[in-house]
């Protein structure tokens, strides 16, 4: 089989990163390999989001961006994925003449045999069915070996979305919920332990539904089975609806020593009248109460959440109220966005929008608040000890040769999600940092003590207080501080 390659342009949620996983996964029985370079591309993949204009707009500014390599190189066959392609499917090929594939969210494992057809007959083809039920198709083999290495990785638990929630493209685009078996979802687990996974994220649009429909366990049940995993050290989970955020899985919070001290659980609106007209299904004061009580079982865990602005009928009464609820939660972070009118969406058809102006004035008015939050929140890290899970050198630092030994960072995060630059805390003779890839390996993965030094507003920093097969090494001597 010849060697072709392969580019695949991710934009988007994590769901997304996972599929896109899976498409390299599913293409290596075609020959295909991954390549960072779209130039060298026999095969370029774009799996695109649809949750926001913007998001879409950046999908076709890539296509746009192609136009002059598929001149330069017409055997170049390229296909469109994900949540666009799900949503506009034909519309895609009208647009942009040199599209060969437009495929669903569901189509995934029907990738090869697309691919194949267009290799021998040069069609173009547009497959976006969406069947209720997802078959398990993943090829075993090819999904363990392409998860090697990351320290942590994504898992999907289920796919699609029943809610409805008025502003979201989701159920339109991603289909039915549906939840993969515990069996097939530990067993993939264990597999990416294998190959050095120490943190798996679980992924689904509604977690806290998992199993309902299909008669599963419980969601905290599967947390327990993942839990009792010999050799991974931390499990997340993103992201679950408060409506449905049960008491069995605060307890799950107390009790799973692996589940990490954080929880994501998007409020999206401070205001009763707004979160009525969203469908969110709750109201402000039981989402206070619900995090009260998960407080009072685990009192240091870090909450986070997403907001809209400027959805329709959104007075500054409302807008006030959101302010108001974010100081009374104290969110360890926020995403905040501004509302965007999404196709087939029943608020798109709401008469009362928000200006453009005003809903930029309430974003920028909310990330200033939430920025001052997070500081303080920061804040009370320093002089702390945090056992931080060490993902490799920090961008900004590792990798220096010929500096202080100082100098190194590193990088991971805290239980509650916060990322930790840091140094090795501890003497050292004089010498030349000598560090490379293989070296990183090393402390890669590690759970380490580190005292954090510094609060900013989107990261800490500290020193590292354990010793061990970290950080610093020297020309000629083992990758060994202890
Ligand atoms: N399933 C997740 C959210 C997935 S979408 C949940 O229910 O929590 C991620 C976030 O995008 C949402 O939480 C919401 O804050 C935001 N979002 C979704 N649709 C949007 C829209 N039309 N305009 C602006 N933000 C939107
Ligand atoms: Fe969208 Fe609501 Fe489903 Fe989340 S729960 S994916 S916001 S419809
Ligand atoms: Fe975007 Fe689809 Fe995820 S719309 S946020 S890629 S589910």
């Given at each position: 089989m010849d060697?072709?390659?392969?580019?695949?342009?991710?934009?988007?949620?994590?769901?997304?990163?996972?599929?896109?996983?899976?498409?390299a996964?599913?293409?290596?029985s075609?020959?295909?390999?991954?390549?960072?370079?779209?130039?060298?591309?026999?095969?370029?993949?774009?799996?695109?989001c649809?949750i926001?204009?913007?998001?879409?707009?950046k999908?076709?500014?890539?296509?746009g961006?192609?136009?002059?390599?598929?001149k330069?190189?017409p055997?170049l066959?390229?296909?469109?994925g994900?949540?666009v392609?799900?949503q506009?499917?034909r519309?895609?090929?009208?647009?942009?003449?040199?599209?060969?594939?437009?495929?669903g969210?569901?189509?995934?494992s029907?990738l090869?045999?697309?691919?194949?057809?267009?290799?021998?007959?040069?069609?173009?083809?547009?497959?976006?069915?969406?069947?209720?039920?997802?078959?398990?198709?993943?090829?075993?083999?090819s999904?363990e070996?392409?998860s090697?290495?990351?320290?942590?990785n994504?898992?999907?638990?289920?796919?699609?979305c029943d809610?409805?929630?008025?502003?979201?493209?989701v159920p339109?685009?991603?289909?039915?919920?549906?939840s993969?078996?515990?069996q097939n979802?530990?067993?993939?687990?264990?597999?990416?332990v294998?190959?050095g996974?120490?943190?798996?994220?679980?992924?689904g649009?509604n977690?806290?539904?998992?199993g309902?429909k299909?008669n599963?366990?419980?969601?905290p049940?599967?947390?327990?089975?993942v839990?009792?995993i010999?050799?991974?050290?931390?499990?997340?989970f993103?992201?679950s609806?408060?409506?449905?955020?049960?008491e069995?899985?605060m307890?799950a919070?107390?009790?799973?020593?692996k589940?990490?001290?954080?929880?994501?659980?998007?409020?999206?609106?401070g205001?009763?009248?707004?979160?009525?007209?969203m469908n969110?299904k709750y109201?402000?004061e039981?989402?206070?109460e619900k995090?009260?009580?998960?407080r009072?079982?685990?009192?240091?865990?870090?909450v986070?959440?997403?907001?809209?602005v400027?959805f329709p009928g959104e007075?500054?009464?409302?807008f006030?109220?959101?302010?108001?609820?974010?100081k009374?939660?104290?969110?360890?972070?926020?995403f905040?966005?501004?509302?965007?009118?999404?196709?087939?969406?029943?608020?798109s058809?709401f008469s009362?929008?928000?200006p453009e102006?005003?809903k930029?004035?309430?974003?920028?008015?909310l990330?200033?608040?939430?920025e001052?939050i997070?500081r303080k929140k920061?804040r009370?890290?320093?002089?702390k000890?945090?056992?931080?899970l060490?993902?490799?050198?920090s961008?900004?630092?590792?990798?220096?040769i010929d500096?202080g030994?100082?100098?190194?960072?590193?990088t991971?995060?805290?239980?509650?999600?916060k990322?930790?630059?840091?140094?090795?805390g501890?003497?050292?003779s004089?010498?030349?940092?000598f560090?490379d890839s293989?070296k990183?390996e090393i402390?890669t993965?590690?759970?380490?003590?580190v005292r954090?030094e510094?609060a900013?507003?989107?990261?800490?920093?500290?020193?590292?207080v354990?010793?061990?097969?970290l950080?610093?090494?020297?020309k000629?001597?083992?990758?060994?501080?202890?």
């Amino acid at each position: 089989m010849d060697i072709k390659y392969l580019y695949i342009n991710t934009i988007g949620c994590q769901m997304n990163v996972y599929d896109s996983r899976q498409i390299a996964c599913e293409l290596k029985s075609l020959g295909y390999i991954e390549t960072k370079s779209p130039d060298k591309a026999d095969l370029i993949i774009l799996n695109t989001c649809s949750i926001r204009e913007k998001a879409q707009e950046k999908a076709f500014s890539f296509l746009g961006r192609l136009a002059t390599l598929k001149k330069k190189k017409p055997n170049l066959i390229i296909g469109v994925g994900g949540c666009v392609a799900q949503q506009e499917g034909r519309n895609i090929i009208k647009r942009v003449p040199f599209i060969n594939i437009v495929f669903g969210t569901r189509a995934i494992s029907r990738l090869p045999h697309l691919i194949s057809r267009v290799e021998s007959t040069n069609s173009r083809i547009v497959d976006i069915e969406m069947p209720d039920i997802m078959p398990e198709t993943i090829n075993e083999q090819s999904f363990e070996r392409a998860s090697q290495g990351p320290v942590s990785n994504f898992i999907t638990i289920m796919r699609g979305c029943d809610n409805y929630c008025t502003y979201c493209v989701v159920p339109h685009v991603r289909g039915r919920e549906t939840s993969r078996s515990p069996q097939n979802i530990i067993r993939d687990i264990r597999n990416f332990v294998k190959t050095g996974t120490k943190e798996v994220t679980l992924l689904g649009q509604n977690v806290n539904s998992f199993g309902k429909k299909e008669n599963l366990c419980s969601f905290p049940k599967l947390l327990s089975q993942v839990n009792d995993i010999n050799g991974l050290s931390r499990i997340r989970f993103t992201t679950s609806h408060p409506k449905d955020f049960s008491e069995e899985l605060m307890y799950a919070f107390r009790d799973l020593e692996k589940l990490c001290n954080h929880l994501h659980l998007p409020v999206q609106s401070g205001s009763n009248k707004i979160l009525k007209r969203m469908n969110r299904k709750y109201t402000k004061e039981l989402y206070i109460e619900k995090i009260e009580k998960l407080r009072k079982l685990r009192p240091d865990i870090s909450v986070t959440s997403d907001m809209i602005v400027g959805f329709p009928g959104e007075t500054d009464a409302d807008f006030e109220e959101t302010l108001g609820l974010m100081k009374t939660v104290g969110f360890d972070g926020l995403f905040a966005f501004i509302y965007s009118d999404r196709p087939n969406t029943r608020a798109s058809e709401f008469s009362d929008k928000i200006p453009e102006k005003e809903k930029k004035e309430r974003l920028q008015k909310l990330l200033d608040m939430q920025e001052a939050i997070t500081r303080k929140k920061n804040r009370n890290h320093v002089g702390k000890i945090e056992s931080i899970l060490v993902e490799g050198m920090s961008k900004k630092h590792g990798n220096v040769i010929d500096k202080g030994i100082n100098e190194i960072q590193w990088t991971g995060r805290t239980s509650t999600n916060k990322i930790v630059n840091f140094t090795n805390g501890h003497s050292q003779s004089k010498g030349t940092a000598f560090i490379d890839s293989s070296k990183e390996e090393i402390a890669t993965g590690i759970l380490i003590d580190v005292r954090i030094e510094k609060a900013f507003s989107h990261s800490l920093s500290g020193k590292a207080v354990t010793p061990g097969p970290l950080l610093n090494t020297y020309k000629g001597e083992k990758a060994y501080v202890a």
